[in-house]
């Protein structure tokens, strides 16, 4: 049974390890229409991994949450920035 631990507003609910990010409105996502992505939580494996990737900071957090979320990373780049804050909201519920 999953349980809503925490909510870093209206667009994202922290269940069970995992967050679930409400989009602006539906967009394609790996060929399919979704109007929420689901994003794991981050490891201290995955934060080492994406610190010593080569790229800009906002190119390391791109692939970083695009991996969180099971995405491609071209998708996550054709969100609206409204989309991209609602997922970097998802990366700081487990931050703090």
Not at 56 to 64: C, G, I, L, N, T
């Amino acid at each position: 049974m999953s349980s809503k631990t925490k909510t870093a507003n209206d667009h994202v609910i922290e269940r069970d390890g995992y967050a679930e990010v409400t989009l602006t409105r539906p967009r394609q996502v790996n060929g399919v229409e979704t109007a929420v992505l689901r994003m794991r939580e981050p490891t201290v494996e995955d934060m080492e991994r994406f610190q010593d990737d080569k790229g800009s900071d906002a190119q390391r957090e791109v692939r970083m949450i695009a991996n969180l979320c099971e995405i491609p990373p071209d998708d996550l780049r054709k969100l609206p920035l409204r989309d991209y804050a609602r997922l970097q909201s998802g990366v700081a519920l487990f931050t703090t």
